[in-house]
């Protein structure tokens, strides 16, 4: 079964305390992406990664970090988390080649920073 | 940088009635994608429409594209409790690097009731 599986589910921690939170994916998909998703924002794109030791900034990437040391994992690091980052967190796993595109989400990681 | 907006923002409706969803976008695209939440929980691939595409059905599912005015529209007919939930829909963009960069709008909230 196509699954995405992100940990923790909640997590509530204090300013500047480092946190990880993982992503695992089971399709061998070299396209991963990581959204935080905001009342009346949508999702919002943090950090992407295209393979394996090749990631790149999205649109909100202040204050996260990402690796991607294999295929399988995408870790989303906050090194020194703040209030603002308070917010609900998804991974992605996205299929892509020509035309056809399909991101499969993980359940997400709400996140709650005091 | 949000492309894919979508209206309206919420929407209410009984059970049975058709519920119309719309999507305007602002760049060209290599196809758009529509996706479902159910609160909190990560989005479900719904349906995708290529560029070169001006309709396409699923089910009790239809989509339209109109690349000259850079809108979409969802049609949901018959609809049921069970469909009340979150769709945002998605534009894929051909970015540097080869890959299709997906875009989220900011959803819009339906509820079917009984």
């Known amino acids: 079964e196509a699954q995405v599986t992100q940990n923790p589910r909640y997590l509530i921690t204090v300013t500047g305390k480092k946190l990880t939170v993982t992503c695992s994916q089971n399709?061998?998909?070299?396209?991963m992406s990581w959204y935080r998703q905001d009342p009346g924002l949508g999702l919002r794109q943090i950090y992407y990664?295209?393979?394996?030791?090749?990631?790149d900034k999205g649109d909100v990437p202040e204050g996260y970090k990402v690796s991607r040391k294999e295929k399988r994992n995408f870790p989303l690091i906050l090194e020194s988390p703040s209030p603002n980052q308070t917010s609900l967190y998804f991974c992605?796993?996205?299929?892509?080649?020509?035309?056809?595109?399909?991101?499969?989400f993980g359940q997400g990681t709400r996140l709650t920073v005091v | 940088s949000q492309q894919g907006e979508e209206d309206p923002q919420a929407l209410s409706i009984q059970e049975g009635e058709n519920a119309t969803m719309n999507c305007s976008y602002k760049?060209?695209?290599?196809?758009l994608q529509w996706y479902r939440q159910n609160s909190g929980r990560g989005l479900v691939h719904l349906i995708l429409i290529r560029s070169n595409e001006r309709e396409k059905h699923s089910g009790r599912l239809r989509v339209t594209l109109d690349t000259s005015k850079k809108s979409s529209s969802l049609l949901i007919t018959a609809s049921r409790a069970a469909d009340t939930a979150s769709y945002f829909c998605?534009?894929?963009?051909?970015?540097?690097?080869?890959?299709?960069?997906?875009?989220f709008g900011a959803g819009t909230r339906l509820a079917v009731h009984p």
């Open positions: 990664s295209m393979n394996v030791e090749v990631t």
């Open positions: 399709m061998n998909h070299e396209y």
């Open positions: 760049t060209s695209i290599n196809n």
């Open positions: 992605a796993s996205i299929l892509t080649g020509g035309t056809n595109t399909e991101a499969f």
């Open positions: 998605a534009t894929a963009n051909m970015f540097s690097g080869g890959y299709n960069k997906l875009i």
